[in-house]
């Protein structure tokens, strides 16, 4: 309740300035190779949204080499970027109204000129943008936001194309700039000591130089995850089929129980993996992989960011956003749709998933 209503009165006291004209947005300036614009790249929402965005960051930093680019991020999330050449300031987002004294001096440190909204939260990430020095706001196209009056390119938003992928939405935002995305795929540069932590874990497990096949069991909606039983059902069967690949389940810290639950159930070997590496270093090991399995997860970007082959799996959440597009990397897409529980969905059978995965393998 405190939360709803600390909205309320934000987004009331930020609409009427906006009302009153006290509030002001500014347009899109249009810059050159050599300029040195200040662009603050903002995406407070989920793991894969952040991965994602990586694709407009590099066409970003290939073209203004000079430029100052930040990224704010969800915490931890953001940390995936640590250390990244590509950015001159990395900002946490704590979540809604939380260290915003200590957010707000990150961003006024970065004097940004101008912001662009990937994916965000509303209503208090522009406000906050806005009282710590940004005045130009540019939205992913086809989203919206309820302060639409002050973003540069009011009138492109909530006009979304039916069907469009998230990559062709993001580089309608980057065409602004007079640019397009190269590839419609994430770019991911991990650190030398995110490599180093990654290799240093592979040689203390008896992993290096092993073919390694990541599966992915987490998700962030029970409605985007395989039940456990199916997760385990087919690592069996694929190890039955595969004997020297190394099975890693992974995920974050906090699926650590389910994972270990699937390991029980399946019945074959495999190597947890959840926790013994921070994140840049848990994005480094992808690096190091011969398949992925999962659903549409942030794991799903991170494996596409180093174009590993996978089996992709799509249950409630529509295929058309996210999934690989041509030219994106080998991927194979299995979608059905069932009942949600807890524990995710049973549809899709794992032997489908195995045919799959051997044929990306051959």
Known sequence: MKLRLRDWLLSTVFQALLDRGAVQGRPLAQYGAQDTPRLLLVITTSFGDLVASTAALEVLRQTFPKAVIGVMGKHPFETVLKDDPRVNALIPYWGKYRRVCRTRRMIREGRFDTA????????????????????????????TTIYRRICANQNDLGTGIEGEHMYEAMDRIVRYFGLSLP????????????QDQARRFLDGAGLAGKRLVAVHPGASIPAKAWSEGRFAEFIRFF?????????????????????ERIARRCGAPVRVVTSELDLPAFAALFSHLSLFIGGDSGAFHLAQAFQIPGVILYFQTPVFRTRPLPGAGRYRIL????AVTRHGVDAIEPADVVAAAMELQS
């Open 116 to 143: 662009l909204l990937l994916n965000m939260n509303d209503p208090d990430v522009i406000p906050l943008l806005y009282v710590s020095g940004v005045r130009c706001f540019v939205r992913m196209p086809g989203r």
């Open 183 to 194: 590839s419609p795929q994430p770019v991911l540069r991990p650190s030398p000591a995110a």
């Open 335 to 338: 979608q059905a749709s069932g």
């Open 239 to 259: 190890h039955e089929r595969r004997p020297d690949d190394e099975i890693l389940l992974t995920g974050a810290p906090a699926e650590t129980g389910k994972c």
